[in-house]
């Protein structure tokens, strides 16, 4: 059923949060609501989700929580909003959502510059060699300073293509167009006048991207027409030698296809902050593969930015219990 749910002030609020989180904001939720913090280190399950949601006006959720029309239901009718941890929300099911009238929040803007920079970390961590680099001194296999030893390739004055020019995408090409004079070339669904002007970039269809790039940042959301975009006929476009980073979602890149690509060095090296699973087992090929970067989703990872996302996340809470719109909706 559309619309508002039935506000009940007889008794207090009940908000279940799937993870503890950094930062003050969850004090000023004490006033409004009993917080039940789920206690286990490990994420909870489908089904552990849906029996402690039971009864709750709000739910906070992590990327990692699968939110669908069961777990809603599982909730109840009083539940009134579901506040995504997270600028990306592709782990709620929107439409259940609003079939339910279940208002949905999620985090933007504040993480924009620590995943931004992370991207730009891992492009030029990619294209040095740094985690091989590294690894070389700590196992003592570095014994000297060769001149043809562990060369990379150089960003400046090269070709950068953004897939995603969105908020994240946008905060990393004024970084490397500003700071490494690269060339900018992006796909989005609409023509970024101001990216064109204060950046010179331009916007390309993905098969241009790929054929042009140098460098390969992927920065959409993730839904089913992004999910696989990465696969063996796109690498296959690929020049050779390109160094390919992904912030976005493990889910954007055929894994298998990215493995092939690394194997044939029809690709030079591939930087990670998100896989699929998360984590990927230590044993994967991905994992142990020399000229494969892959850090644990710590895009968000700065104290400011996960307090900001803190304090939105609360805010989307306290709002949606009252019955007001959310201070950053997801909307359909
Ligand atoms: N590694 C990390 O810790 C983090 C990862 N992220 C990921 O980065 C993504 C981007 O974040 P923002 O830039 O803030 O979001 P945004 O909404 O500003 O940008 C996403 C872009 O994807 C485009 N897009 C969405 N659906 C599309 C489709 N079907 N086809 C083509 N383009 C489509 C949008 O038009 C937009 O330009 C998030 O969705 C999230 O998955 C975000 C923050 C931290
Ligand atoms: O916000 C997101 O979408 C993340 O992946 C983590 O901050």
Redesign the pocket.
Known sequence: MLGSREMSDSKPRKVFFSRQLPGVALDRLAAEADVTIWPKADAPTPDELSDVVRGCDAILTLLSDAVDGRVMDAAGPQLKVISNY?????NIDLAAAKQRGIQVGNT??V??D??AD?AATLMLAASRRVAEAADDVTSGRWQNWEPAGLLGVEPSGKTLGII??????KALANRMVGGWKMNLIY???RDQTDVNESLSGRRVELDELLRESDFISI?????E??RKLIDAEAFAKMKSNVVLVN???GEIIDQDALLDALDTCKIFTAGL??TTPEPLPASHPLVQHQRCLILP?????TTTARSAMTEIAVDNIIAGIQGKSLRCPVTL
Do not use: E, F, K, Q
């Open positions: 997270a600028v990306g929300y592709n933007p803007d993480l924009t620590a995943t992370l995603g020019m969105g908020r994240i995408g796909t989005s669904r920065h959409v959301a993730l839904c027409a992004t912030t976005a979602r902050d998100v989703h710590i895009g968000s990872a």
